[in-house]
Structures are given as structure tokens and as C-alpha cells.
């Protein structure tokens, strides 16, 4: 079974560090590019961060660009979210999802990782 | 950037009833790269449509995706109780930067 698994979503004061893990299993990691995806409580879905199944590619929304970092492993089949100086707007829901290699959308999820900024 | 405008916020409808939600975009996107999504409360997004008219697999087909240019429409021909929900569209043809639609949430009446 494809499936996705985020952890490390915790309370964290402003200008404080996060890492967020998502765990592939069910389908070959490294073939596939990655993405994050969060949504902030009562609201829509945002696009956070992309990368390419060789990590060579990384991309990042204005929001986050400069603090929040993207890496893999594709020896462990894990994707990260290295998450910087953040702050109140930050708190979310963060999805880790699977990009298709033909139309580029993102057709598994996560269940989802927590964050909250807060003092 | 290319933003995607979904019309209405919100419906409220019976089950039974046919609904048509409807996404515009800013500028024009090939239909190869709109998408649209359903969620639940406390879910992740399920993908219902991918390529504007294609069903993603398991998913039945009362959902049906069209349109093309700026405007593209997900209809659901009979609404079932389990199909109240959010429902997002979805641009990739600026992969691997992407814009969600802000949502359309359809409500039992």
C-alpha cells in the first residue's frame, strides 16, 4: 500500500526550529519528486515546498523562502521540512504529498503533522 | 503567478440535488494541469479529478470535471451525504510552484 506518514509537528515559540519528517513506504521514493503542502486552521490548502526525486530541485513559496529548508533521504525514504525562524503564521497542518511524474499534481497525501507557533 | 478563483464559497444543498462548482483562473492553463480535490474535516485532500475530466482511480462517477482555457467546473450529478465537504481545485502546469483555489464548501441544507 502507497502510503505517506508525517511526524514532528510540536509546539514551538516564535523564532523557534522545527524538523518535519514524512516517512514513503508502498512505492519506489526516489523516482518520485516530493511536496509540502500545509493549511492554516479554518483555511484553504498552500503549496510550501517542492523537490525533485534527485534533490536537485527545490523550490519554495515567498511565505517561507530564506527560513524553511526541503531535503530527502532517499536512503531511508524519507522526505524533511527543516522549518526556521518561525512564526505565529506559520501554524498549520503540514501534508507531505506525492508529485505524478505526467500532470504534476499531487495524487497521495499525508495524513498531516501539526505545527503551532506560539509564546 | 496564476490565481484560481472558485465561485460560490459556499452551498447548501440537499442530498439528491446535482451541483456545479466552478474555478477560474487568472490566465490560461492547459487542462493537462487542473486538478480537483475533496476534504473532510480533520482529513487530508483526496484527489477526485486529474486532467480536468479524469477520474482518479476508486473514485465513483457522479463526479465529473470539465472545462478548459480559464474556466473549469467539477459537477456532482447526485449528491450523496458523504459528499459534503471542501472541495479545492488545483493548478500544476507551473510545477513545481502551485496554486490551490481558496475552496468551495458544500453544507447539507
Known amino acids: 500500500e502507497v502510503q505517506l506518514l508525517e511526524s514532528g509537528g510540536d509546539l514551538v515559540q516564535p523564532g523557534g526550529s522545527l524538523r518535519l519528517s514524512c516517512a514513503a513506504s508502498?512505492?519506489?521514493?526516489?523516482?518520485?519528486?516530493m511536496r509540502w503542502v500545509r493549511q492554516a486552521p479554518g483555511k484553504g490548502l498552500e503549496w510550501v515546498s517542492s523537490i525533485s526525486g534527485d534533490t536537485e530541485g527545490t523550490h519554495y513559496a515567498d511565505s517561507v523562502k530564506g527560513r524553511f529548508t526541503i531535503s530527502r533521504d532517499n536512503s531511508k525514504n524519507t522526505l524533511y521540512l527543516q522549518m526556521n525562524s518561525l512564526r505565529a503564521e506559520d501554524t498549520a497542518v503540514y501534508y507531505c504529498a506525492r508529485r505524478t511524474p505526467d500532470y504534476y499534481y499531487m495524487d497521495v497525501w499525508g495524513k498531516g503533522t501539526t505545527v503551532t507557533v506560539s509564546s | 503567478e496564476i490565481v484560481l478563483t472558485q465561485s460560490p464559497g459556499t452551498l447548501s444543498l440537499s442530498p439528491g440535488e446535482r451541483v456545479t462548482l466552478s474555478c477560474r483562473a487568472s490566465?490560461?492553463?492547459?487542462?493537462?494541469?487542473l486538478a480537483w480535490y475533496q476534504q473532510k474535516p480533520g482529513q487530508a485532500p483526496r484527489l477526485l479529478i486529474y486532467a480536468a475530466s479524469s477520474r482518479a482511480t476508486g473514485i465513483p462517477d457522479r463526479f465529473s470535471g470539465s472545462g478548459s482555457g480559464t474556466d473549469f467546473t467539477l459537477t456532482i450529478s447526485r449528491l450523496e451525504p458523504e459528499d459534503f465537504a471542501v472541495y479545492y481545485c488545483?493548478?500544476?502546469?507551473?510545477?513545481?510552484?502551485?496554486?490551490f483555489g481558496q475552496g468551495t464548501k458544500l453544507e447539507i441544507k
Open positions: 488545483l493548478q500544476s502546469g507551473s510545477s513545481p510552484l502551485y496554486t
Open positions: 508502498g512505492f519506489t521514493f526516489s523516482s518520485y519528486a
Open positions: 490566465q490560461s492553463v492547459s487542462s493537462r494541469y
